[in-house]
């Protein structure tokens, strides 16, 4: 089943500037989510690993940039808010017709930065700390299930998943299902930081969880995030992948996913919500190979 016509992009942002880590271990890491529609626009920012100064020394800023007749020109989107733990998603509108308030519209800026800024002394040149190449948002249509992801992201996606198969000897093996409809070698993953930006939903699941599951066929991986066959608790209500829904062993005897199942019982049944990405080309694919679906 097809869904009606959208513009979405989604950029991954590279690190540029590993000084405002909040673990100077790991990675800075941070995507945009363009959409737009009806004369609008909005951007959803995410980041991962930056440090929060609680004393306002430092303030985050999202900047497009672009070039007009040789001059480069600037539109500050706004503030990011990061929280305690180095986590953070803030949501903005644009006009897309008008990002700067001098009639440049976004199709006008080719870069996305995000900056560290000091409050206290003006003077103090700008920190980039994450970048990315502005993809206009296109217009398509796809089935549900199948999310807004270009040809960079699968690649990034594929890289993820590579580097948690070369080290699934450090997780321990599980077999979380009693039918398993993918016929996958199962490993519970415990630590987050390895965890795709393929979801921004997911990240409540798996941090109240403290883990997630990753699947390993010939053709396929699999990520799979616990919940409950529940729409609040389904990422994104499928658009990015996970519509394929497994009870943990114990829990299929509730028939949870049934469409006479009440709710009751799908309260009470825990499982795993699961998205297939293809080794050879990083594309995410519906698991049942079929059309996604959106829960009740």
């Known amino acids: 089943m097809e869904c009606i016509n959208h513009k979405k992009s989604f950029i991954m942002l590279q690190e540029q500037n590993r000084s405002f880590a909040l673990d100077k271990k790991q990675p800075v890491k941070g995507y945009l989510k363009l959409q737009m529609g009806a004369g609008r626009a909005s951007i959803r920012a995410g980041v991962e690993n930056l440090k ?12 497009f940039f672009g070039k007009k007749h040789e001059k480069t020109i600037y539109s500050i989107v706004g503030n990011l808010l990061v929280s305690a733990g180095g986590k953070g998603e803030t949501y903005f509108r644009i006009n897309p017709h008008d990002m700067d308030g001098n009639g440049n519209g976004l199709s006008s800026f080719t870069i996305a930065i995000i900056v560290a800024v000091s409050t206290s002394n003006y003077r103090e040149p700008l920190h980039p700390v994450l970048e990315g190449a502005v993809e206009l948002p296109e217009t398509r249509r796809c089935r549900r299930g199948c999310g807004p992801f270009n040809r960079y992201y699968n690649q990034y996606i594929l890289r993820c998943c590579k580097a948690i198969e070369q080290k699934k000897e450090l997780y ?34 798996i941090c109240r969880y403290r883990h997630f599951i990753f699947g390993i066929t010939e053709t396929f991986y699999y990520i799979g995030v616990p919940g409950r ?7 994104e209500e499928g658009s990015s992948g996970f519509v394929l829904w497994q009870p943990i062993r114990g829990a299929e005897v509730y028939c949870a996913d049934r469409e006479e199942a009440s709710l009751e019982d799908r309260q009470i049944a825990y499982g795993y919500w699961i ?22």
Do not use: H
């Open 172 to 205: 321990g093996r599980t077999v979380p299902f009693k039918e398993d409809k993918l016929g996958a070698e199962w490993r519970r993953i415990p630590n987050l930081s390895a965890f795709p930006l393929i979801s921004p939903d997911s990240r409540s699941m």
């Open 52 to 63: 929060c100064f609680e004393r306002g020394s430092y303030i985050y800023k999202l900047i």
């Open 229 to 235: 066959y529940l729409e609040q608790e389904q990422p």
């Open 275 to 296: 998205a297939g990405i293809r080794r050879d080309t990083g594309d995410i694919e519906d698991p049942r190979g079929g059309a996604g679906s959106r829960k009740k």
